[in-house]
């Protein structure tokens, strides 16, 4: 079974520039979600979708952060305009659904904000 | 009073010792339970689903305890590869089961 892809893996921005990462989940998994780590602390919940519809973005600074699940498969996650804090790895998994499944993760995309 | 708290950490043990991690959860409607382990630089992985009997796997026993809202991850026999972050993972009890991550903590097992 292949994994939760994730790309680009390192990404160097300069504050106020914009970024995009991409997701695709383990083939069947109707449950993704994108988790912020900041180094030090555990992964924090910024969007979870259900297929293709969102069931909670309450952590998702919607100023400056986006995402979305066209077709109920892969996902894009945008940050414009970026900000120093935004410096952290931007995990992605994934879950049959929602429940007592087990997330999977992908490796992460390690982003720097300069 | 955040969601899921553990304990802070570092622990640093030695080849053989058996520790110990605790972790509480604010939400007395979450249903599902678990304990992720993180190595540096890596993605989450899953250790072992905690369940309401206690559960062990190898070295590694998990207990919950519903009326404190309290659970316990306890390694003996500690290996050098058994350092890495220890997350408490709980779910929301909400309709749609939001996923929630403790801050970890961080064991180092010495020589």
């Known amino acids: 079974e292949a994994g939760v892809a994730q790309s680009p893996r390192y990404k160097i921005i300069e504050k106020r520039q914009s970024v995009a990462f991409w997701c695709n989940p383990i083939?069947?998994?109707?449950?993704l979600y994108w988790y912020q780590q900041i180094l030090g602390q555990g992964p924090k919940l910024l969007i979870q979708f259900q297929n293709n519809g969102v069931v909670d973005d309450s952590q998702l600074p919607k100023d400056r952060f986006s995402a979305e699940r066209l077709k109920g498969v892969d996902s894009t996650l945008k940050i414009q305009p970026a900000k120093l804090e935004d410096s952290a790895v931007y995990l992605c998994?994934?879950?049959?659904?929602?429940?007592?499944?087990?997330?999977?993760f992908g490796a992460g995309s390690r982003l720097t904000v300069l | 009073r955040k969601e899921v708290e553990q304990d802070p950490g570092p622990f640093n043990v030695p080849e053989g010792a058996t520790v110990a991690f605790n972790c509480t959860y604010s939400?007395?409607?979450?249903?599902?339970f678990f304990w992720y382990r993180q190595d540096c630089r890596k993605e989450p992985k899953l250790l072992m689903s905690v369940y309401s009997s206690g559960n062990e796997d190898g070295r590694f026993t998990a207990q919950l305890n519903r009326a404190s809202q309290y659970i316990s991850l306890l390694i003996r026999d500690s290996k050098l590869s058994d350092s890495a972050t220890y997350l408490c993972v709980v779910n929301s009890g909400t309709s749609y089961d939001k996923v929630i991550f403790g801050p970890g903590t961080s064991l180092s097992v010495i020589p």
């Open positions: 939400n007395s409607a979450s249903q599902s």
């Open positions: 998994a994934s879950s049959w659904s929602y429940g007592a499944n087990v997330l999977t």
């Open positions: 083939s069947g998994h109707a449950t």
